[in-house]
């Protein structure tokens, strides 16, 4: 017997042997992996620290056992230890005097226990550790008090994770004693109000709030902050202080709140990504201008629970006061409802680079007047209510880096002329679901706003999208000069595509055809296809000329395929690795395709088991599992009925044949039976 058969079985062994060892009759073997100085014992079924590993031991995972409590003489044998890491056992508690012999631990996991349990005398062994520098308590169902008991003395912690707690409030005693405090995680937990909270942590560069109960930020003052994530909380304000000095804050992420303002940003400061995506966050200048009506609500008032009233002025309708936007170079502003952008607010930001405007209510864009900077790479104002973009070709030529531009899902008939042609670093350009035609040859020329779209020679543009645009012709020469490897023309259910495509042909990977009513196209110059979408089109057979591709997705859902030639399923089944076949009238008499696909391995059939076929009565069936016999001479119905009639015929026969034995006499049975049987048989 060849030994490489033996390898496999002794691989998968190899891990339950390891556990088993410790128990069994070898005591030498450790259930840990020795790597260097590290030991590595997760997932062992320990239910205490394991003895007898190496003195010099500088990290120790015991993660995912079932230790519940670490004794005082647990680490005796390590003083070496720097690393520890103890996640998702039963941890209850860690006696006092734990870490007597750990002097140089830097780094203690302890996330995902039930440190709730035993808080008191566990805050009394982490005091012993002078050196103590990340510290993770995440998932340990603690409350606020606990945690100010835990962390209290902890001096030189600089990483804290707290995530997945109880906590609700915080305030100044929460993290007095650490003022070597950098990074904080207090995501998920269910926090409604911080007082004063970080008011001893200088060092604080990174906080994150996200998922808790927030209502709002204001006198936000912490100038040292480089990251602040407050997503998924209920912020209706964001007002920092205004300080006159440069906060050091580079990523705000606000996303998924319910900010009705943008939100008050400090007046220096170098902020690089600001997320605001998913609020409710409009521009408010138009009510200003007529001034009067409005002046008796610009201060806020805040309160918190310990009744301290604040006044936080903030001058509401002015959109002039954004603070400092000047170093921001992504600015998610997706699903919000902005109708436009402030007089010089894009201006403001020389440094854009992504502009995400997807889902708002933006009705017109002047290029010209928004002055958007050189650095502009990503504009998308998708799914908007756009009927307009003006632009002069003096605008169009300092976008230069501008490479993904997404304009689907707008009311857009008309597009300045020339527009793509002007962009020459484009890569990208969704147009879909707008009223676009194109351009039949020169016609773009003529104005300056033209009611129809041309990209002739932008040899950069890779990928074009044109859904639902209600296209119905594209001219023959509309792609010459491109070099597409993505096309999309799926739903534009009256396209007519002649000879256009054609010069795509080898550059072309992706072909969008879905529910366009294409029927017979020859397929076979296009060496490079890898995705063909097809679907929709009421197809009755499959072009021949896919046999020469080398498809990896390809989806006919929805036609009128009856089969697919062997050939073609054969050669089609070694290459795909997705099919879509749903939604066909198949023959149920000629499911040879379907054997192969199912029999192939690489190939995934999406909704094999819903692919259907019909019998010559028309009855529809799963093609997965058929009986064979729905498809013999006369089909399973017609045998049916054969077996209906023939039932009684053969009842009445043998009742009267019966009858007739009985009335005779049973001699006579006995006759008959003898003679049949000497009868010599015919072969
Ligand atoms: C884990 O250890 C316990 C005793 O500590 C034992 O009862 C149990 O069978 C062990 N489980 C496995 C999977 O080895
Ligand atoms: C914490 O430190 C202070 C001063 O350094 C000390 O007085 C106090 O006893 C310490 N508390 C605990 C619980 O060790
Ligand atoms: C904090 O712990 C949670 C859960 O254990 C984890 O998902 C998160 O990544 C940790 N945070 C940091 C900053 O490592
Ligand atoms: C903010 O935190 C959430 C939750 O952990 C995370 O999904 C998101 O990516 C973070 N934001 C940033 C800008 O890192
Ligand atoms: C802000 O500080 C700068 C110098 O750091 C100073 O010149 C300026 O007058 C200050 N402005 C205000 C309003 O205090
Ligand atoms: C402010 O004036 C503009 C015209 O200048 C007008 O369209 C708008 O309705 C006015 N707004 C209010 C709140 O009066
Ligand atoms: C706005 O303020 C001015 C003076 O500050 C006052 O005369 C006017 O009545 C105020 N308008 C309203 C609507 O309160
Ligand atoms: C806040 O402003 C209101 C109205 O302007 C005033 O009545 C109140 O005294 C102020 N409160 C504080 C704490 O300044
Ligand atoms: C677009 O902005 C430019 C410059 O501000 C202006 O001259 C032009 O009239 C604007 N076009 C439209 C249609 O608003
Ligand atoms: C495009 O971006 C690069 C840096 O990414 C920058 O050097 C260049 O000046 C930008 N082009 C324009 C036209 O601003
Ligand atoms: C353009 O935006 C739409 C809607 O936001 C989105 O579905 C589509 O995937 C985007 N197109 C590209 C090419 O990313
Ligand atoms: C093919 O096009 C149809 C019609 O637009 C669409 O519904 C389907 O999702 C597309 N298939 C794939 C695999 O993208």
Redesign the pocket.
Known sequence: MPVHSLTPILLCLLPVWIILTPGSCHPQLSPCQLIQRSALCNNANLSSVPSGLPHNTEELQLNFNHIQTLQDDSFLGYPSLKTLSFACNSLEKLESNTFQNSKLLESLNLANNKLYIGYAETSYALKKLPGLKALDLSENELHDEFVTILLQNLTSIEYLNLSGNLLQRLDETSFSDLHQLKELDLQRNIMFELDGAFNSNPKLQRLNLAFNYLPCLTDFHMTQLVVLNVSHNFIEWFISNDLNETFQLETLDLSNNKLLFFPFLPSHSKLRNLHLSHNSIRFYDHLTDNG??L??TTTVEFYNLKNHMRNVTAQLWDDGLHGDISSLEILDLRGNQVEYFPVGFIQKMPTLSRLQMCTNCLETLNLTSEQFSGSLYELDISNNRLNQIVSDKGTLTTLGNLTYFNLSLNFLERLPSRLFSSLPSLRSVDLSYNHINICLSEEAEISTDSACVDWKNVVSLGQLYLKGCNIKIIPSAAFTGLLLTHLELSDNPRLIIQQSIQTLSRTLQHLGLGNTHIQDFDFSLFTSLKFLNMSQNSLAHLPPSLLNLDLEVLDLRDNRLSTIPSGLANALATKLHIVFLTGNPFNCCQTEWFRTFETTKTINVVGLSDIECEDPLRETYRVQGLQPSVCSEESGESIFWYILLFVPLCFSFVGISIIAVLTFKPKMLQKSIKKRCLKPTSY
Do not use: G, L
């Open positions: 009067t009506s002046n008796s």
